[in-house]
Nanobody, 128 residues
Framework: VQLQAYGGGLVRSGGSLRLSCAAS????????TAWFRQVPGKEREGISC????????SYADSVKGRFTISRDNAKNTVYLEMIDLQPEDTAVYSC??????????????????????WGKGTLVTVSS
């Protein structure tokens, strides 16, 4: 059983990247899946989430309009398409799942109270 986040890299300001969160050994669509990011020394920020059943989508205010989350059930993968990246988007991006299936928001960010699987982070670096 594994959850793996990948697709990070170095991109210039204004550029784009697509991150993938791939599950193996379990069915991702049965879980809510969220993307988080963290900069060393700062709190982890929940930036986007997709629920299990309806596939309802939520975004943190900081990424709304620039990031798009989606899920491919056939590939058992959740994606995060990021456009117009800015230096402040530089962080380690991780994904996590919650069998409760929902995406609670607290103070404008995604806030899982628990998680079942956590994918090791992938570094996104945006140069100015």
């Amino acid at each position: 059983v594994q959850l793996q986040a990948y697709g990070g890299g170095l991109v210039r300001s204004g550029g784009s990247l697509r991150l993938s969160c791939a599950a193996s050994g379990f069915t991702l669509r049965w879980y809510a899946t969220a993307w988080f990011r963290q900069v060393p020394g700062k709190e982890r920020e929940g930036i986007s989430c997709i629920t299990s059943r309806e596939g309802s989508i939520s975004y943190a205010d900081s990424v709304k309009g620039r990031f798009t989350i989606s899920r491919d059930n056939a590939k058992n993968t959740v994606y995060l398409e990021m456009i117009d990246l800015q230096p402040e988007d530089t962080a380690v991006y991780s994904c996590a799942t919650d069998i409760q299936g929902v995406c609670p928001m607290v103070n404008g960010t995604i806030s899982f109270s628990r998680y079942d699987y956590w994918g090791k982070g992938t570094l996104v670096t945006v140069s100015s």
